[in-house]
């Protein structure tokens, strides 16, 4: 398998892969914390990239790395670390995949998210255990001695710890003259916090003797619980990317079998090398990638080609790390090891197409660029204005007015809008069969002109079958079924096991035959009622003196033939096949009804593509065969780069680089993890009819998340002056502090409310 040289990773959210760097320096790692959207790798990437002696630098948010290629090998990394901490967030020095290993660097990966959940299911659980009392007794004007200090102690709990990060990250956004959602988070929960300890402190300035201070902590602490909440779902969704990445690497073999003259010695995978000789026993995997040298097997690729038979293998054949060993003791010799093998190359491939963020999630943060800092300044000119004209107690007013217009701008709702109809959506998707993985698949569902299958086991049913019994003149199908299951009845071929669920469903009657043998890469031989027997490949009957009748040998251009000879005499042949699934054409045709082009890419033989491309209604022209991984992904570009926007329906290993570089990718679920985590969408029940109604969910949610961010976003623009006190000198009309809350808090609602109406989806 030629894979082509892999690109450098993506930076989040753009609309293809940056070209590798053209500079031959060497390549450092960091391992970046605190990044938390599309602006934050920019601003890193930025950054780096001023660093005298740095050429390229490309940050991963997914994977929380960033890599700087180096022209100048002498750049201390400490210069790398201190640009990164300049703008706001920490690195460190991050381990290579060659100091780790594949499976350890995606290991540490995934601790390191593991971490990261731990940590904000911690916070989020203090600021809910917080947030719900006091709310809760505020909301309902219960007091009680000493109630608000002690909800001035509560809250500056939760500030100082569930919420330490927003409100560091906001003031350092706003010393950097950056504001972000993070220092509005931080204005509106700090000033409800100072204003309401005034007024606890200072009763006398706030209220009328013999009235209660009015305090605002309620609306602190449920901002910071929501915004946990959200950042919570957040990380969740963008963690799956690494089980992707971690279901592949792990793929492949643990140990090796080193074949050496005083006998084979186990080692672990890494003391592998190039040029050493390792032995395969049957029923193990490929340790990795080589070409055989010793013995003749049938290897099971369906994981790695899609080719859905085994695959028979003599010496000179490649062979592929991670595939299965079936019934021959071989001896290969090792060609590529560690990162340059095919199961190492798709990994990469994985890694670098995840890393996007959808455009609907970035306006959120484009948007809060412009409207934080607009905010702050109509907080203060309200400040200023009731100082210089509102009526006294003009400092209370200002205070008020301006606590106000932080809260009900606060960008909660914002922060709600897209994990709660992610949420929702993909809850009625389980319920329907179906799996969406973030909100990055929704923008490109919307869009999607074109579909692109694999074959084994997404059109068809993945496992061979019994498709034409072809019985020699003079010979009933009856009697070639019976002779064939006798002798097949010993194998644990999965051609065997075809033919005898065939014979078996038939009613056909058998008996085992004796001194059975398996003859790797060619069939098998024993003695059938006494008499010598064999069956197998045309190639193989031939090999023992049994010529094979032409007429039969044209009867399987698109299947496996399997011959039975008798006392030397061919009594016929059956017919394998891998069958489409009986839904795949009207589902197919669905999908062409709604105008979009279908095609199908596969690893599998020209014959079985063209045949699997009639049946499930796909125009031949769009079908391509003998595809490796790397080759399907880049027909997946070449169709993009025609203007199409591509969903890839696959179910292997071999279809991960495909799913993950097409707009949409589809997997079945019934196929293999690696499949399902690459995928945007996976088809829990396996029926491609999923296929059109994933594309109608994933526009429906879209919908609902842009209604979100108008509801949103409304409040603001209605509220926000009102808020500030436009509406004071006509009608005497202000709205305090705590009515800010609850209006910060009622589109929070809105938000959610009209989320919930994706449960009614496809009633």
Known sequence: MNLPSLPSLPTAGAAAPPGPPSVDGPLVELAVGGMHCASCVSRIESALAKVPGVSLAVVDLLSGRASVRLSDPSVPLEALVGAVAGVGYEARPAESADELGLEGLVDAEQAERASALKNLSRKLALAAAVAVPVATLSMADVTFPGRDGLFLVLTALVLGTSGREILVSGARAAARLAPDMNTLVALGTTSAFLTSAAATFFPALFHDEGGHAPVYYEAAVVIVALILLGRFLEERAKGKAGEAIRALARLGARKARLARPGGDLEVPLERVRVGDLLR??????????????????????????????????????????????????????????????????VVQLVRQAQATKAPVQRLVDRVAAVFVPVVVVVALLSFAAWIAWGPEPRLLRALLAATSVLLVACPCALGLATPTALVVGTG??????????????????????????????????????????????????????????????????????????????????????????????????????????????????ASRGVAAPRDLLDEAADGTLVFLAVSGKCLGAVVLTDPVKPNAREALAELSRRGLSLHLLSGDRPAAVAAAALAAGIPAANAAAGLSPAEKAERVKALKARGEVVAMVGDGINDAPALSAADLGVAIGTGADVARAASDVTLVGGSLGGVATALDLAKATLGNIRQNLFLAFVYNVVLIPVAAGALYPVTGWTLNPMLAGLAMAASSVSVVTNALRLRRFGR
């Open 280 to 345: 395969i026993l049957p029923g193990e995997k490929v340790p990795t990638d080589g070409v055989l040298v010793e013995g003749a097997t049938a290897v099971d690729e369906s994981l790695v080609t899609g080719e859905s038979l085994p695959v028979e293998k003599v010496p000179g054949d490649a062979l592929l790390g991670a595939t299965v060993n079936g019934n021959g003791a071989v001896v290969m010799k090792a060609t590529r090891v560690g990162k340059e093998t095919a199961l190492a190359k």
């Open 428 to 541: 009625r998707g389980a319920r329907m069969g179906l799996l969406l993985r973030d909100a990055g698949v929704l923008e490109k569902a919307a869009r999607v002109t074109a579909v692109v299958f694999d074959k084994t086991g997404t059109l068809t049913e993945g496992r061979p079958a019994v498709a034409a019994v072809l019985p020699a003149e003079g010979v009933t199908p009856e009697e070639l079924l019976s002779s064939l299951a006798a002798l097949e009845s010993g194998s644990e071929h999965p051609l065997a096991r075809a033919i005898l669920d065939a014979v078996r469903a038939r009613g056909i009657p058998f008996d085992r035959a004796s001194e059975v043998r398996a003859v790797p890469g060619g069939g098998v031989t024993g003695a059938v009622a006494g008499a010598p027997a064999l069956a197998g490949s045309g190639a193989f009957v």
